[in-house]
Structure formats: C-alpha cells, structure tokens
C-alpha cells in the first residue's frame, strides 16, 4: 500500500470518529437537555402501570396512606413557593413597568381569558351534542353525596367578588371568603283545631365567614396595586421594588431544585389516584364515550384551537409552540394544578420566545387563577351529558342557559374540594338536571381532571404569548425610555 493510500485511509477512519464523536456529543446534549421531560415522562407511564398492578392487589387504608404519601410531600412542597412566586412576581414586574403599559397587558390578558373560556365552552357543547355520550351510557350509578345545599349560584358570584378585594393581606394567604348557610328553628304558637299549639319551623339563614385556602385571586389584586403605586413613586420606592424581585429569584432558585422530584411525585400521585377507584374496567366500559369527549376534546383543543390562535397572533410555526410547553405539560399530569409548573412557564417565555419577564410575571398569576379553558369545556360537556342521561328535552333555552352559567362560573369556582363537580352541581339544580348520574362523572373524574389541567396550562403560556404579541412595543418603547435616562443621568454626573 503507498503512502497516499495510508493517508486516504487515516483521513477516513479520523472523519469517522469526528462523525461517531459528534453523535454521541449531540446524543449527550440532547438526553441532558431533555432529562427533565424524559424522566418525568418515565414516572407517569409507570405511575399508570405501578397503579394498576396496585389495585389488584387490593392494599388496605394504611397501605394506601404510604403510597400516597410521597406525592403528598411533592404537593406540600411545590405549594409553599407557589404563594410567595406570585406576590413577588406579580409585585416585582408591575412595579418597574409604567403603570400605562400594565393597564393595557390586563385589558388584553382579561379579554383572552373570557373569550377563549367562552369559545371552550361552547365546543364543550358541541362535542357532547354531536357524540351524546349520555345517550349511550349505562344505567349503573354510584349513590355519590356532595352538599351543596351551602352554595348558590348567586353567592359564588357574590363571594368571588368579594375575594378580589380582601380586607387582610396576611389573611389572605390562608383563608376566603365564603357565604354559609345554617339552620334556625323558631317555634310560634298555632291554632290547631281551635287549640294553640306550639310548631317549631326551620329557615336557612345566610351569613358570611372565612374558610380555609388561599386568597390567590386576591393576592394577586392586591399585589398588583401595591406594585403600580411602586412604580409611580419613582426612585424611593426603587428598594422596595428590588426586595421582591431578589425574592422571586430566589424563589426561582429553590423551584429548581424541588422540580427534580417530579417524577417520583408525579408517579406517587397517579399510584394513589388508580389504586383508590372501585372499579377501573367498569369505569371505562361505562363511560368510555364521556372520556372520548372530554379528554379527547382537551387534547384537540391544544393542537387545533390553540395552534390555531398562536399561528394567527405570531405567525409561526405553531407546532414549535406545542413543543416549547411540552416540559409544563407533562409536569402538570400528575398533581392536576397548573399553578405549580408558573416558574417553568416564565422561563421558557424569556428564553424561546425573548418575553419580557414583567410581562410573563404579571399575565401568569392572573391566567392561572381566572384562565381555566380545560375547566370550562369539563363543565359545560359535563351538565349537557347529565341532561342527555335524565333523557331531557334539550331545548334552544336549556342549552343557551348552560352555556351562559359554565362559561360565568368558570370563573368564579369556589375553592373547595372538587371544584368544578361542585359547580356542576349548583348550576344542574338551578336548571332543573338530574344528578343522578353524577357518580358516574366522579368515577373517571381522575382522568378527566388531569387532562383538562394540560389544557389549562397551554392555555395559560399562550395568553402570555398573545398579549406579548400586542403590548411588545410598549415595553420596548419603555425599555429605551430607561436607557435614555440612564445615559442621562451619566453625562450628569
């Protein structure tokens, strides 16, 4: 062999091992990039396999407190940095933002949560009209007591309203209000026959108190006040400002750290919730169609409605868009609440897409406690099955009726367990459905709720999304205003 030769074949066995090398350098790059997404994603498909092996092994109460216990830390975890987040982040970006620019972001951000819990709701409608999973379900039904004689239609509105304006801050942290209902008896005398006689009747009484939960609604009001007033009271407030924004860095700090945990948590969650069903194949053979409509209905949600609006509001490639949320999706599978993945949300919104931090830290909160697209589908899906399976004439007015009161109480659920049942069941009352058949919707309800979460929180980034894509000149315009001052200030000095 010549030496040419010998170095032809040199020069290839070296381009092979860059090429082998490169492989394995973007291999390693990739599992470290996604590690998160991968190793969540592991624990929620072992979480349903674990489960299922769980259930047929029928563990007893104290079994089932152990194996719910390490997701149960998960939660107490995630919840404790929750709060302090939102005030910080809400308070922090509307205080270095002029107060002009905030009033616009929270016109766009109100508008967007109403109309697309408006539009959800009435594909809810839709879905259940044109599928008519009540039609078809069985005549199985769970015996399911929820009280709701302590709610009424007019007091969640009431009490919403008042939780926008708490009187205690610190209170507000751990308590809402809440309109409850007691019992008193009067006894008045009687003519009975020509005889007086002693009858005791009994009439609700209202009054107002204060349960356990968090005011978040009312944090964020509060918070958001306190942060405009900061940002017009010009440099003596600049330390004011700053505290809250070294305390959401901070915060920022510990979420990653705690975050890493969610695959066990995740997988813990979903164990528990499996194992705790009575009867996972009679659950599914009796409400397969209703699953269809309503998970199946969130899913195409998210990849035709919301890639629709992305790809009207930023005209790109809107699948990018499913997979930059792809992290928060699978992070909310297992605990149901889309509050917990908002560190994750501010994050990818400044690195993929440039989105102001003030902007993402004030839109957030308000999308996660108002902005509930997947709930509103759920509701609104949910009355018209039960009207379905009461085999209710399902006039123009009866469906008009629901739509109207999903789409209102979407936004006012009270906080208490099971929220969205709870409202399904007032507004059911109030219009004359049956609930019977309401055990039958708890009893795939831990599926259902899960999915309808994941919508929720792609709901949630891209109303970030598409007010950045309306009010970004004002903040640029801000930003070179700072900038001009600076200068200023240095030619000064």
């Not at 017009?232 to 400002?241: E, L, R």
Request: proline share 3%; glycine share 8%; hydrophobic share 50%.
């Amino acid at each position: 062999m010549d030496v040419n030769s010998c170095l032809n074949l040199q020069a290839t066995k070296t381009s092979k091992a860059k090429v082998s090398s490169t492989r394995r350098h973007r291999c390693r790059k990739f599992l470290t990039d996604n590690a998160f997404l991968l190793l969540t994603c592991c624990g929620i498909v072992l979480g349903y396999v674990v489960g299922l092996l769980v259930k047929m092994a029928e563990p007893g109460p104290d079994a089932m407190i152990w194996i719910g216990l390490p997701g149960e830390v998960y939660m107490r975890m995630l919840k404790v940095v929750i709060l302090p987040l939102i005030v910080c982040t809400v308070l922090g970006g509307t205080g270095s933002t002029d107060p002009k620019s905030c009033g616009r972001v929270g016109v766009v951000c109100m508008l967007y949560i109403i109309l697309t819990n408006a539009l959800c709701g009435i594909l809810g409608l839709l879905f259940c009209y044109l599928v008519q999973p009540g039609s078809v379900a069985a005549t199985t039904v769970k015996n399911v007591a929820l009280d709701t004689k302590n709610l009424q239609t007019m007091d969640i509105f009431a009490d919403f309203i008042r939780n926008f304006f708490p009187d205690n801050i610190i209170g507000a942290a751990t308590q809402v209000s809440q309109t409850k209902y007691g019992w008193k008896e009067m006894t008045s005398l009687v003519e009975v026959n020509g005889t007086l006689t002693n009858v005791t009747s009994k009439f609700a009484t209202k009054s107002l108190s204060n349960v356990g939960g968090t005011n978040i609604l009312g944090l964020i009001v509060v918070s958001a006040a306190f942060g405009v007033a900061a940002s017009m009271a010009g440099d003596k407030a600049k330390p004011f400002i700053a505290f809250f924004q070294s305390g959401a860095a901070v915060i920022f700090k510990l979420f990653d750290w705690i975050k890493w945990t969610t695959p066990v948590g995740a997988a813990c969650l979903i164990v528990h919730a499996i194992a705790s069903i009575d009867d996972v194949g009679s659950a599914f053979s009796t409400m397969g169609l209703f699953v269809l409509v309503v998970s199946g209905g969130n899913i195409l949600l998210q990849v035709l409605l919301y890639t629709l609006i992305y790809l009207v509001f930023t005209r790109r490639n809107p699948f990018t868009f499913l997979l930059s949320v792809a992290r928060p999706w699978v992070m909310v599978m297992g605990p149901g609440n889309s509050a917990i993945a908002l560190p994750e949300l501010i994050e990818i919104g400044y690195e993929k897409y440039g989105i102001d931090v003030r902007l993402s830290s004030f839109v957030l909160p308000f999308c996660v406690t108002l902005n509930r697209d997947g709930s509103c589908f759920f509701i609104t899906a949910t009355l018209l099955f039960m009207a379905q399976y009461a085999s209710l004439d399902l006039t123009a007015g009866l469906v008009f009726t629901i739509s109207i009161l999903s789409i209102l109480s979407s936004l006012a659920v009270p906080n208490v367990t099971s929220a969205s049942v709870v409202s399904i069941l007032i507004i059911a009352e109030s219009l004359g459905i049956p609930t019977t058949s309401i055990g039958l919707v708890l009893a795939v309800e831990w599926i259902n709720d899960k999915i309808r979460t994941t919508t929720n929180v792609v709901s949630h980034f891209l109303g970030v999304v598409v007010t950045w894509s309306v009010c970004k000149k004002n903040f640029r315009k801000l930003d070179i205003k700072d900038v001009e001052n600076e200068l200023t200030s240095t030619e000064a000095l």
